[in-house]
């Protein structure tokens, strides 16, 4: 009963070796960079869509992907309940093919922004957040330039606890100065109401090992290993 | 512009007339149009460096005298073995002339190059670097345009084609104004064995030739030859020459060209750049002693209908040239089509050593392999300019403000200020790999996965320096970066140089780079670092106004760090620690930042290397490195050791007690102290337990090394030992270096 | 001359010459891949539409032209300025 993850590479995608890397070497499991046309979702237990440039953010981020037949079979993970997250330009194409709701603008700075920020986790129930605490606040990198989330239903995905991550000072308050692209509420990462597709502007994967980390913290592990022991607790 | 008449009709072209003989005699004919413009563009500054080969001829011969070095200058990039198995592919280029006019691709397309040129080494882009030069921003709305776009130019190419910038560096100053410095480097890494296996040259005859990536257009035709004129003349006329970059299709160009290159299959791998597929093909041919058959009519072209001469000139972008194995051909193929990427198999080599290219049945090219490589050679006259006594007679007048006020107006300077608002645009993490961020160190210092082992990359000069002095300057610039990298912990192991400067045909422009040269290749064959490429970029010069940019001869090093514990960082890490200065300071205030900003000079004697010296510091240091001794380097430049002090206090905010007195050996004035540019110091931070042993060394190393201060818990640096005592408030310090940058560009 | 409100609507394009990859990856990746084979072509841009005071159509016209090429809202390097219609409010 080996788990297999699958990081699939879009055209353009970015961080999907950085992502297979840290799965592979520092998680341990066994994952595979999937050509987005050969991905089929049969073989895999869960799926990350990598940050990146897909087709070169034309049109819109994400757009031209989520119309890629990988959105199709990772469709069919979806309605399964099998883990899937979005980091960035996956949180992007996750959108865009309507496995979550809300839009991702451009910065209100207008300009692409590369730094460290803070997350508070509002959920801990996801499939991804199960082995945090409440209130926890993370320390993960974000690069993008087109990072903040809008919805006109933000009622909903409230009621719903769709609200997964908000950016925050380093003692938990959700202040502008926090908020590193002037997204809605200080939305950083949202879920679909089934807790089991994530989707985040922040990158995990650069926060999983100490050497990268100005505070040498590993905050970005828990989302995998959380992945990991969801997968476990499914197939037993 | 040349006119001449071919074949009865009168064409204009670049060349000079004598050129233009020179061609009819290596053929012993008329040139067909598309040859002629094959020539006028191969034989252009920018792709010959007619003026520029003969200096460069000084340079030892690297790949022969360093076994580390397995290419040197004539690849694609520089190659070197840093041990365990890696090697390490690294160039840097230019692309002044398109930026200046269109920042934005100009700056873009120079990123889309630099990726190009490594890739050909079938290794993967894994950092770029960006020197950069403009006018100084205040009041000047067309310097802070131009700062603007080309920083948004290189973020939006870097960024989409997920290669961190880590690097860089921008200086300011009145001579850019017109003739901005937009220089790209990139740094690939890949194994032994890739490298051995790297494509090289069209070496076999019967090996097909695969064109692949983005589509023949009629953009940038003739944008060569554009770089090799000066601004103000060409310039309205030359709208078209600059291309939209597509970082997308680039990006699956470096997939697509690793996949290929692992096969097995690829003999021959080139970048269509300057000079498009006739440059290509003649270097694939030429220096592979082969030849070539083509056919003109199985490129894919933008637009239907264009003439051969358009086809073998075209400078469209996202362009490469492959040279496949017969039995790999289908592989290398699929490998395309998986990636979606357009190619056409366009011809063969062949044993002939002649060029060919067929439009259909009409033999349009049919050259000597090597005749578009053999353009002739320069001797440049060169005379020092006349203006030099003056300026270097310049005194420096007694301050007329106090130490606090000219400290807190250098650390708000726009040449020392905070360059977050620029690097925070760069996707600087992408690749896991970069373990020393910008700020946390002189250099950018990056892992290789797998390995404890590190790359450190740093890039620069100080252009004010070699203005005065090219020669002093442009080995201060190897002093100033090789300092970089040591600062962080690495060993410096070779060089790439971009040298941008005026017009050669003028003597005093040339004399400038004929001097720097002198200096690059007299220090690195002293100091035994290895020159493994450089690009060279005339006429940045305003002709109108007749001023030449200053000289600039960017230096760029690499080295290695072996052991993430010896990593060492910038900023100052625990109160009551002591402060070291490594190195004497001399009266050298020609060019410095506290001549332009607090007095309005320009002049003045600019800092002079001593080899002996250097090397003994160098070596001075390793040794702390090696015995765990040092917590935090920064190597001392612009405004001179207080400002590195500084900056040392700013992250942790850990304040320093300083004591100047008994460091003042040679008797300078306070201000020469404080703020002379002397090149070769480094700031260092050690344990009050280890200053005996510190101090013995020095001395068994023969090196000044003075403790010059306490690190101290208050955000506050009090300097005694000067005439007055100073006070300067961290927090305040920390806001105007922080603020500059954003208050001009937030418009 | 009395001055009446009128609305321009206008496009900047790359230039001809120019490339487009915009364009050129709608088509291709998204519009040819998803069965719109009748789509030959494609090219992108930006659209602004402009309410102004103006005496009559040339008028306007000729205001909205000046005002581009003054503050160089289309790049004139890479791109063409489109005006694409003319109406009175």
């Known amino acids: 009963?080996?788990?297999?993850?699958?990081?699939?590479?879009?055209?353009?995608?970015?961080?999907?070796?950085?992502?297979?890397?840290?799965?592979?070497?520092?998680?341990?499991?066994?994952?595979?960079?999937?050509?987005?046309?050969?991905?089929?979702?049969?073989?895999?237990?869960?799926?990350?869509?990598?940050?990146?440039?897909?087709?070169?953010?034309?049109?819109?981020?994400?757009?031209?992907?989520?119309?890629?037949?990988?959105?199709?079979?990772?469709?069919?993970?979806?309605?399964?309940?099998?883990?899937?997250?979005?980091?960035?330009?996956?949180?992007?194409?996750?959108?865009?093919?309507?496995?979550?709701?809300?839009?991702?603008?451009?910065?209100?700075?207008?300009?692409?922004?590369?730094?460290?920020?803070?997350?508070?986790?509002?959920?801990?129930?996801?499939?991804?957040?199960?082995?945090?605490?409440?209130?926890?606040?993370?320390?993960?990198?974000?690069?993008?330039?087109?990072?903040?989330?809008?919805?006109?239903?933000?009622?909903?995905?409230?009621?719903?606890?769709?609200?997964?991550?908000k950016y925050s000072t380093e003692d938990g308050s959700f202040t502008s100065e926090a908020n590193p692209n002037g997204s809605l509420e200080n939305i950083a990462g949202i879920c679909n109401i089934e807790q089991t597709c994530l989707g985040l502007m922040p990158h995990p994967e650069r926060a999983s090992e100490s050497i990268l980390s100005p505070k040498q913290t590993i905050h970005g592990r828990i989302f995998f290993e959380s992945m990991i022991e969801f997968i476990k607790r499914r197939l037993t | 512009m040349t006119k001449?008449?071919?074949?009865?009709?009168?064409?204009?072209?670049?060349?000079?007339?004598?050129?233009?003989?020179?061609?009819?005699?290596?053929?012993?004919?008329?040139?067909?149009?598309?040859?002629?413009?094959?020539?006028?563009?191969?034989?252009?500054?920018?792709?010959?460096?007619?003026?520029?080969?003969?200096?460069?001829?000084?340079?030892?011969?690297?790949?022969?005298?360093?076994?580390?070095?397995?290419?040197?200058?004539?690849?694609?990039?520089?190659?070197?073995?840093?041990?365990?198995?890696?090697?390490?592919?690294?160039?840097?280029?230019?692309?002044?002339?398109?930026?200046?006019?269109?920042?934005?691709?100009?700056?873009?397309?120079?990123?889309?190059?630099?990726?190009?040129?490594?890739?050909?080494?079938?290794?993967?882009?894994?950092?770029?670097?960006?020197?950069?030069?403009?006018?100084?921003?205040?009041?000047?709305?067309?310097?802070?345009?131009?700062?603007?776009?080309?920083v948004k130019g290189i973020a939006d190419y870097g960024n989409c084609t997920g290669i961190p910038t880590i690097g860089g560096e921008v200086e300011f100053d009145d001579s850019f104004e017109n003739n901005c410095i937009v220089n790209v480097a990139c740094i690939g890494l890949g194994t032994i064995e890739d490298f051995k296996h790297a494509p090289s040259r069209a070496y076999n005859p019967g090996d097909y030739i695969i064109l692949m990536g983005g589509s023949t257009g009629k953009d940038g035709i003739h944008g060569v030859t554009f770089a090799s004129r000066t601004l103000t003349e060409m310039s309205e006329a030359d709208r078209p020459a600059v291309q939209i970059g597509d970082p997308f299709t680039k990006k699956m160009i470096i997939e697509a060209t690793l996949e290929a290159v692992k096969t097995g299959f690829v003999r021959g791998l080139k970048d269509l750049g300057g000079g498009g597929l006739t440059c290509a093909t003649s270097e694939l041919t030429g220096d592979g002693n082969t030849g070539a058959n083509?056919?003109?009519?199985?490129?894919?072209?933008?637009?239907?209908?264009?003439?051969?001469?358009?086809?073998?000139?075209?400078?469209?972008?996202?362009?490469?040239?492959?040279?496949?194995?017969?039995?790999?051909?289908?592989?290398?193929?699929?490998?395309?089509?998986?990636?979606?990427?357009?190619?056409?198999?366009?011809?063969?080599?062949?044993?002939?050593?002649?060029?060919?290219?067929?439009?259909?049945?009409?033999?349009?090219?049919?050259?000597?392999?090597?005749?578009?490589?053999?353009?002739?050679?320069?001797?440049?006259?060169?005379?020092?300019?006349?203006?030099?006594?003056?300026?270097?007679?310049?005194?420096?007048?007694?301050?007329?403000?106090?130490?606090?006020?000219?400290?807190?107006?250098?650390?708000?300077?726009?040449?020392?200020?905070?360059?977050?608002?620029?690097?925070?645009?760069?996707?600087?993490?992408?690749?896991?790999?970069?373990?020393?961020?910008?700020?946390?160190?002189?250099?950018?210092?990056?892992?290789?996965?797998?390995?404890?082992?590190?790359?450190?990359?740093?890039?620069?000069?100080?252009?004010?320096?070699?203005?005065?002095?090219?020669?002093?300057?442009?080995?201060?610039?190897?002093?100033?970066?090789?300092?970089?990298?040591?600062?962080?912990?690495?060993?410096?192991?070779?060089?790439?140089?971009?040298?941008?400067?005026?017009?050669?045909?003028?003597?005093?422009?040339?004399?400038?780079?004929?001097?720097?040269?002198?200096?690059?290749?007299?220090?690195?064959?002293?100091?035994?670092?290895?020159?493994?490429?450089?690009?060279?970029?005339?006429?940045?010069?305003?002709?109108?106004?007749k001023t030449a940019i200053k000289a600039t001869p960017q230096i760029m090093i690499v080295g290695i760090i072996n052991g993430f514990e010896n990593i060492i960082t910038l900023p100052f890490k625990e109160s009551g620690n002591d402060i070291l200065i490594v190195g004497e300071t001399e009266a050298e205030l020609g060019g410095s930042e506290y001549h332009s900003v607090i007095h309005g000079l320009e002049g003045g004697i600019p800092p002079k290397i001593d080899e002996e010296k250097i090397q003994a510091r160098w070596n001075l240091l390793f040794e702390l490195y090696q015995e765990k001794l040092i917590k935090a380097n920064h190597d001392v430049n612009k405004g001179g050791f207080i400002i590195s002090i500084t900056e040392m206090c700013f992250k942790n905010k850990i304040g320093a007690d300083m004591d100047l007195t008994g460091y003042n050996i040679k008797k300078l004035r306070d201000d020469e102290l404080l703020f002379s540019e002397t090149v070769g110091r480094f700031i260092i931070e050690t344990s009050s337990k280890d200053y005996d042993r510190i101090l013995g060394l020095a001395e068994k190393f023969n090196v000044t090394v003075k403790k010059i201060g306490s690190l101290t818990s208050k955000p506050e640096i009090n300097i005694k030992g000067l005439k007055q005592d100073v006070k300067l408030n961290i927090n305040k310090m920390k806001e105007l270096y922080d603020s500059t940058i954003p208050n001009l560009m937030e418009i | 001359m009395a001055q009446t409100e009128y609305i321009i609507e206008i496009s900047l394009e790359n230039k001809p010459a120019a490339r487009d990859p915009v364009a050129e990856t709608i088509k291709r990746d998204l519009l040819a891949k998803k069965g719109y084979d009748e789509v030959s072509k494609v090219r992108s841009g930006q659209y602004l539409r402009i309410n102004l005071l103006a005496n009559n159509e040339e008028n306007a016209k000729e205001i909205v032209t000046k005002m581009c090429n003054d503050l160089r809202i289309f790049n004139p390097v890479t791109q063409n300025l489109n005006i694409i219609s003319v109406k009175k409010l």
């Open chain 1, 1 to 165: 009963m080996t788990i297999k993850i699958a990081v699939i590479q879009f055209p353009g995608a970015n961080c999907d070796l950085d992502a297979v890397h840290v799965l592979n070497d520092v998680i341990g499991v066994e994952t595979s960079l999937v050509w987005h046309n050969h991905f089929k979702e049969a073989n895999f237990d869960g799926v990350v869509l990598p940050g990146g440039f897909s087709f070169g953010d034309y049109l819109r981020a994400g757009i031209i992907a989520a119309h890629s037949p990988a959105l199709d079979e990772a469709r069919i993970m979806l309605k399964d309940g099998r883990p899937i997250i979005g980091i960035c330009n996956g949180f992007q194409i996750l959108v865009e093919a309507e496995f979550l709701p809300g839009a991702l603008l451009q910065n209100e700075a207008l300009r692409f922004v590369c730094k460290w920020v803070n997350i508070k986790v509002i959920n801990n129930r996801t499939a991804f957040t199960h082995k945090m605490n409440k209130d926890d606040v993370l320390a993960i990198p974000i690069a993008h330039g087109e990072g903040r989330y809008y919805t006109d239903n933000l009622k909903e995905l409230e009621e719903n606890d769709q609200i997964v991550f």
């Open chain 2, 4 to 150: 001449v008449k071919l074949n009865g009709e009168e064409v204009n072209i670049e060349m000079t007339k004598d050129e233009f003989e020179k061609v009819k005699e290596l053929l012993d004919r008329d040139p067909t149009i598309t040859e002629l413009g094959g020539f006028d563009v191969m034989w252009s500054e920018h792709c010959s460096y007619k003026s520029s080969r003969p200096k460069l001829k000084l340079f030892e011969d690297a790949e022969a005298n360093y076994d580390y070095v397995l290419a040197g200058p004539g690849e694609d990039a520089g190659v070197i073995d840093i041990g365990d198995g890696y090697a390490l592919a690294f160039r840097i280029e230019s692309h002044n002339h398109p930026s200046a006019i269109e920042p934005y691709h100009g700056a873009a397309t120079g990123i889309g190059g630099i990726i190009r040129d490594v890739l050909c080494m079938g290794v993967r882009p894994i950092a770029l670097l960006d020197p950069l030069r403009f006018g100084r921003l205040a009041g000047n709305s067309h310097s802070q345009w131009l700062f603007k776009y080309v």
């Open chain 2, 294 to 545: 083509i056919d003109l009519r199985k490129v894919f072209t933008a637009e239907p209908g264009m003439t051969s001469y358009e086809i073998m000139l075209s400078e469209s972008q996202e362009r490469m040239a492959f040279i496949v194995k017969p039995e790999g051909l289908e592989v290398v193929l699929n490998v395309f089509r998986k990636y979606e990427m357009a190619f056409a198999v366009i011809g063969k080599t062949d044993d002939s050593k002649v060029l060919k290219v067929f439009d259909g049945e009409e033999l349009v090219v049919s050259l000597p392999a090597k005749a578009l490589s053999e353009s002739p050679m320069f001797k440049r006259a060169e005379k020092r300019p006349e203006y030099l006594e003056r300026l270097l007679a310049q005194k420096t007048p007694e301050p007329t403000i106090g130490f606090k006020d000219i400290i807190e107006k250098l650390i708000a300077s726009e040449n020392i200020c905070s360059k977050e608002w620029v690097y925070r645009q760069y996707d600087h993490e992408v690749g896991v790999r970069s373990v020393v961020k910008c700020g946390d160190g002189d250099s950018g210092v990056l892992r290789i996965i797998g390995t404890d082992k590190f790359i450190a990359a740093s890039v620069g000069v100080n252009s004010k320096h070699c203005y005065l002095d090219p020669y002093e300057g442009a080995k201060g610039g190897l002093v100033e970066i090789c300092g970089n990298v040591i600062a962080n912990g690495a060993k410096p192991m070779a060089m790439v140089n971009c040298c941008n400067f005026g017009n050669p045909e003028i003597p005093e422009s040339f004399w400038y780079f004929s001097k720097a040269v002198e200096g690059m290749n007299d220090f690195c064959r002293t100091l035994r670092i290895p020159i493994v490429g450089g690009n060279v970029s005339f006429y940045n010069e305003d002709e109108v106004t």
